[in-house]
C-alpha cells in the first residue's frame, strides 16, 4: 500500500494535507523520514505522523435501529440519512448493508468491509431477510401457501423465491425472504391483493436487531454476530 493511502486510512488528513507533510518531513516510516508520498509499504512497518505512531483501524460492524423518515444513503439532498445518526469519525466510509425504504423501520447493517458486506447482499448466497409486516387488510389463509411456492412480481420474469410467512393475528405477520428485489415484501403483498401499512425489519441471517436498541441507536457488533455471516 502506498504510505499516502496508509496514512489517509488511518488519519482524517486529506491528499494533499498528507503531501504537505511528507514534504514538511513530518512522516517517519521505520525512524526515517520519509521523502516520497507514493513509498510503498508492506504492513510491517512502523509510521510515525509528528510523533504519533499511526495504525490501520479495525473494520467496523456496526447495527443501526433505523427510524421513519431516513433514507439508506450516505448523501441525500432532500431528506436525513441514516449515516446522520452515527457520532464516528470517517462514517461517510461506512457500507449501508441491506438498505431499507424511507417509511421501513428496523435492522440497518453497516460495515466498511466490502467482503462481508457482499456475502449478505449477493444474491447468490441467499441470505435471509425477517420482516414484521402490518397490512391494510386481514391476510388470507392462502398467503403462506402462495409465498412459500412463490408469486409473480409485476415486472419481473421469475416468480419470487419460496419465502415463509407465519401469520401473528389478522393484519400482522412475520415475513422471511431470501433475496432483495425491489419493494420486494410491499410487492409481494400487493400481488396477492393486500397492502403493507408498516414494515419493520427484525433480522439479517442471523443477526437479530438488538431489543435495547431505541430507534435511531446504535451499536457494534458482537465477534459472533460478525461470524454468523459466512
Not at 50 to 63: E, F, S, V
Not at 196 to 225: C, F, K, S, W
Request: overall charge neutral; aromatic content about 4%; some cysteine.
Amino acid at each position: 500500500m502506498r504510505l499516502d493511502k496508509f496514512v489517509g486510512q488511518c488519519t482524517d488528513y486529506s491528499r494533499s494535507q498528507i503531501h504537505q507533510a511528507v514534504k514538511a518531513g513530518r512522516i517517519s516510516v521505520n525512524g526515517l523520514i520519509a521523502k516520497k508520498a507514493d513509498l510503498q509499504l508492506d504492513g510491517t512497518e512502523s509510521v510515525l505522523l509528528g510523533d504519533q505512531l499511526i495504525a490501520l483501524q479495525p473494520l467496523r460492524y456496526l447495527m443501526l435501529h433505523k427510524p421513519l423518515g431516513y433514507i439508506c444513503a450516505n448523501r441525500d439532498a432532500a431528506h436525513p440519512v441514516v449515516i446522520d445518526l452515527l457520532a464516528l469519525p470517517k462514517k461517510q466510509e461506512l457500507q449501508i448493508v441491506g438498505r431499507l425504504d424511507i417509511d421501513t423501520t428496523g435492522l440497518v447493517l453497516l460495515t466498511d468491509d466490502g467482503q462481508w458486506n457482499h456475502r449478505i447482499t449477493s444474491p447468490r448466497h441467499e441470505c435471509p431477510k425477517t420482516y414484521l409486516v402490518t397490512t391494510a387488510n386481514p391476510i388470507t389463509a392462502d398467503t403462506a401457501a402462495l409465498f412459500a411456492a412463490g408469486v409473480q412480481l409485476h415486472g419481473e420474469k421469475a416468480p419470487t423465491r419460496p419465502a415463509q410467512l407465519e401469520q401473528i393475528s389478522s393484519h400482522l405477520a412475520r415475513l422471511c425472504i431470501h433475496e432483495g428485489k425491489y419493494h420486494q415484501v410491499k410487492r409481494m403483498f400487493a400481488a396477492v391483493g393486500n397492502h403493507v401499512v408498516a414494515l419493520h425489519r427484525e433480522a439479517i441471517g442471523n443477526i437479530q436487531l438488538d431489543a435495547q436498541l431505541a430507534e435511531g441507536e446504535y451499536r457494534p457488533l458482537t465477534h459472533d454476530e460478525i461470524q454468523s455471516i459466512n
